[in-house]
């Protein structure tokens, strides 16, 4: 079984090339164009999740670094924002290019520092670098409005422009994609940025924009800086402060997104947040189990579990229980194959770090000690390093249990039972997020009952996939502000701006 949906049909040479692909690693930060050292002169250490030894080590950069990347933005943007959009789109579509030429070095940079089977990397490569090129192609359409005027002789125009400087904060979870998906439409708008990657992975970042300097996009369009968990508040502070900065665009934990609106709401900046999901998977009786627990496993597995469109919830009607749990536990069994990203086969790798295995076993442990049934996995898979944990199916989880509510972010399936449609939406709606949603069934009228129902800002209706850079990708509720993809992604970075032009009578 592949995990993502991509041709990775590889054999052990191609995988020892893989390995040795890690050249374009970059140990300095981009600033304005130059590969620089924090002024501190500080590093920090990047670790591969599946041995915890370091792949290479990037600067620590703090809040003087920070100002000086959103400086260089600014200056940028003075330039950037009155390029025409066929320029921008030539050189997004040149960035798109020269990625996609670099495919495979790319991806042993995520399987380096994320951890992800190789097969998973190639697939996120596709999915991101399909940013770069949609947004090339949406460049050229960012147009404006001519609305009919109540007053004669005065015409209103409305136009849409970009809104300055965009700090792009993102998770280690799909390192390149999240990076594409807003550098791609903010640069299409006409925007500049500085990107904070992820302490736990900032190479793929760099690799980025390194290609991007390749495919000469302007110094000080792409800035990037790094930091170590430790000074991120510092830098955080600047990137939602800076009287330069015009929007702060983050994908991450739902707890450090209300810092960061907080810390905008002073400069009432512009904000775009894509943070933690709570997805139910709904199973009615009418669906094809074997299919549905094909895309189960889509949606619970891919990046052994932490992806915050991640099923967390498996919702089964009563009906099905039985036979969906064993065919579930039956198929985990036979193609979840845990090892290190580089290992041929292997489609689950370990979890990004000691903090996120520890928290996932937690929860299994907690849910465990207050009588949830584990029908398979709940424990550490030491035999392949620290991080790795058992591809894992609980039943019997009852309210009072951690996991039953708790983002997972691990690859551990909970399953629960449900009798009827409107208890099944009660239950998949308890909850302060609202990013995903997936429905199996073959009632047409119940298909639509759900969409118009549930409080996600998506719905994969037999599905377990559902991102694309085409649809509008984002959450409602705790799960955050503004859509990503698509044309309204791009809109995401202009501001209306609204011209009155009077006095247009004769002889005025
Ligand atoms: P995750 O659990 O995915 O690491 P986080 O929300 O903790 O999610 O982190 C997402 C991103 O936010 C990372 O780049 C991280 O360094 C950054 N970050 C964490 N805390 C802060 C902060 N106080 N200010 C700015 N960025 C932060």
Known sequence: ??????????????????????????????????????????????????????????????????????????????????????????????????????????AAILTAEAGKPLSESLGEFDYGNAFLEFFADTARHINGEIVSSPWPNKQ????????????????WNFPYAMITRKVGALMAAGCTCVI??????????????????????????????????????????????DPNVGCVSFTG???????????????????????????PFIVFPSADLEYTVDQALLAKFRNAGQACVGANRFLIHKDVFDEFVTIFKNKISAKIKL????????????LINATQAKMVASLVDEAVSKGAKVEIGGKYAKQFGTNFYEATLLVGVKPDMKIYSQEIFGPVAVCSKFNTEDEALQIANNTRSGLASYVFTKDLGQAFRMSRELEFGMVAINDGILSAPEPPFGGIKESGIGREGSRHGVEEYTDIKYTLFSGLAKGM
């Not at 300055?164 to 998770?171: E, F």
């Not at 302490?199 to 980025?208: H, K, S, W, Y």
């Not at 792409?222 to 402060?241: D, F, L, P, Y």
């Not at 090892?339 to 370990?350: K, L, R």
């Open 156 to 171: 209103i125009l409305i136009t849409r422009q970009p809104l300055g400087v965009v700090s792009v904060i993102t998770p």
């Open 339 to 350: 090892g290190p990203g580089t290992n041929p086969g292997a489609n689950c790798g370990p």
């Open 1 to 106: 079984m592949e995990l993502i949906r991509v041709n990775t049909s590889m054999n052990l040479n191609k995988f020892l090339i893989l390995n040795r692909r890690l050249h374009l690693l970059k140990s300095k930060a981009y600033i304005n164009g130059d590969w620089v050292n924090a002024q501190s002169n500080k590093t920090f250490s990047v670790l591969d999740p599946s041995t915890d030894k370091p792949i290479g080590t990037v600067p620590d950069m703090d809040a003087t670094d920070a100002k000086r990347a959103v400086d260089a933005a600014a200056e940028a943007f003075k330039t950037w924002r009155n390029t025409t959009a066929k320029e921008r789109s030539y050189v997004l579509r040149r960035w798109f290019g020269i990625c996609k030429e670099n495919r495979d070095n790319v």
């Open 253 to 279: 934990s739902t707890f450090v997104g209300k810092i960061l609106y907080g810390l905008a709401a002073s400069g009432v900046k512009r904000v775009a947040l894509e943070l933690g999901g709570n997805a």
């Open 196 to 241: 904070k990657p992820s302490e736990d992975t900032p190479l793929t970042a760099l690799v980025a924009a390194q290609l991007a300097e390749q495919a000469g996009v302007p110094k000080g369009v792409i800035n990037v800086i790094t930091s170590s968990r430790e000074n991120a508040a510092a830098v955080g502070k600047v990137m939602c402060q």
